[in-house]
């Protein structure tokens, strides 16, 4: 168990309002990470962050936000949410190993699935 | 940039036989290579991975081999059961690099 919670896990909203998913993690790791899941597509990397206050985009990170104001918790924010939006998000955080950040290896939350109407 | 390609379509199968799911990837450097496994209703969790060229991950019975020569990564397992169902993602991640890039998944459905 990595310690990751995410929250909430179901959400059904109305175009044009914003979303907030909550990303928290009680090991202390630096490294974290939010993943959209859809058929076709597999993940796709939106935001990751490095340290608090420090993020940065990924692949899909058009009409989304972060922020890292402390080392536990990792906001995904849609300003504005649209139907695209809809999609199982994901966080995930990097271990690591005697102290040293393990290459590749992520563990994922269970996953907030959000749908748009 | 780095890529990984799985195999188009889902993969149906009997319990008990063998199972191959194809990964290929582009890197400009060394990446380690991974699979995940994703049942129903979860996240991902890791399955295996290797680090460099002819190193096989294993576990599960699960096994896959990085092939620099082919730059391959395929997923076998000799005899799978319905407890197997489940997606499989091949991915990577270049030395330096803070991402992992992933494939599109398998669906794995397992008859009994």
């Known amino acids: 168990d990595a310690g990751i919670t995410q929250s909430p896990r179901h959400k059904v909203t109305e175009t044009g309002t914003p979303v907030t998913l909550r990303c928290h993690q009680t090991?202390?790791?630096?490294?974290m990470y939010w993943y959209r899941q859809d058929p076709g597509h597999g993940l796709r990397l939106i935001h990751y962050s490095y340290g608090v206050k420090d993020t940065d985009k990924g692949e899909v990170s058009d009409g989304y936000s972060v922020s890292r104001s402390k080392t536990e918790d990792f906001l995904l924010t849609l300003e504005s949410a649209t139907s695209s939006q809809t999609s199982v998000y994901f966080c995930?955080?990097?271990?690591?190993?005697?102290?040293?950040?393990?290459?590749?290896?992520?563990?994922f939350g269970e996953g907030s699935r959000l749908t748009v109407l | 940039g780095d890529s990984v390609t799985q195999m188009e379509g889902p993969v149906t199968l009997s319990e008990e036989a063998f199972l191959t799911i194809n990964c290929t990837y582009t890197a400009t450097g060394y990446p380690s290579l991974f699979w995940y496994v994703q049942y129903p209703g979860e996240g991902l969790q890791l399955l295996l991975k290797?680090?460099?060229?002819?190193d096989k991950g294993s576990n599960k019975g699960f096994e896959a081999t990085y092939r620099k020569e082919t730059t391959s990564f395929h997923l076998e397992k000799g005899s799978v059961q319905v407890s197997d169902s489940a997606v499989y993602f091949c991915a990577l991640s270049e030395e330096g690099n803070n991402r992992l890039a992933f494939g599109k998944g398998n669906q794995v459905v397992v008859i009994p």
């Open positions: 995930a955080i990097r271990g690591t190993s005697g102290g040293v950040t393990n290459t590749g290896e992520l563990f």
């Open positions: 090991e202390n790791h630096r490294y």
């Open positions: 290797a680090t460099k060229a002819d």
